[in-house]
């Protein structure tokens, strides 16, 4: 068992990051690490205490380069979008932080595939057709189970990275992990690797007057 870091629950919370640049792509990482984070997203709430969730783990190296190469072509229509956005007048300069998140989001989409493990989090049933308040259910009932797996990853010294962009070419993805797309919704893809170094700050956030509203907006 690999014992857990020294971080209080405010610390653990706060620190949890989306690594990219600092992934280990070369230290495998135990199927037993995998299950004890897994047993932690398992406690996560989900609506109704239904947990219809599924998680597909994948290590095969040659499953993980397809899945790569999906993801892959993902992030390149993602740039194409947001490419056609800039030609617009009304597209505002990117700041540093910005440059630098997209820099090393570029580094991940053209490593995917070398990471150690992938993980896809899935619900049960297609939810393009249902009612906001159907799909929030729905979405609540998987995506903090994945921040639990997260969070569990972090304390054991590993990193993680929730991504979306290869939901794009989700039908692809299902076809490559025998995923029945017509009854499971995948979540999102979330590389698993152990992190080169292991401490992580607190990341710059907006003043909490910016963004809360007191009893209205």
């Not at 020294?6 to 037993?32: C, G, M």
């Not at 729905?138 to 969070?151: E, T």
Request: aromatic share 8%; with cysteine; net charge negative.
């Amino acid at each position: 068992m690999v014992p857990l870091l020294d971080l209080n629950p405010d610390e653990l919370l706060t620190t949890t990051r989306s690594v990219r640049l600092r992934l280990d792509f070369d230290r495998p990482v135990e199927r037993s690490i995998i299950e004890d984070c897994l047993l932690v997203a398992q406690q996560a709430p989900t609506g109704g205490n239904r947990q219809a969730w599924s998680f597909v783990i994948v290590t095969d190296p040659d499953q993980r380069r397809a899945l790569g190469q999906i993801y892959k072509r993902g992030w390149d229509a993602y740039l194409a979008e947001l490419a056609e956005q800039a030609a617009t007048a009304s597209a505002r300069p990117a700041d540093d932080s910005t440059v630098r998140v997209y820099r090393s989001a570029q580094y991940l989409a053209e490593h995917m595939g070398q990471a150690p493990v992938l993980i896809v989090p899935c619900v049960m049933g297609r939810l393009e057709h249902l009612t906001t308040e159907q799909q929030a259910g729905a979405w609540g009932s998987i995506l903090p189970a994945a921040w639990s797996l997260m969070l569990a990853a972090r304390a054991r010294g590993l990193g993680t990275c929730f991504t979306t962009v290869h939901l794009g070419f989700e039908r692809d993805a299902a076809d490559l992990l025998a995923i029945p797309y017509d009854d499971v919704t995948q979540a999102g893809l979330i590389p698993l690797a152990y992190t080169k170094g292991t401490h992580f700050g607190p990341a710059p956030r907006n003043p909490l007057d910016t963004i809360v509203h007191w009893d209205r907006w």
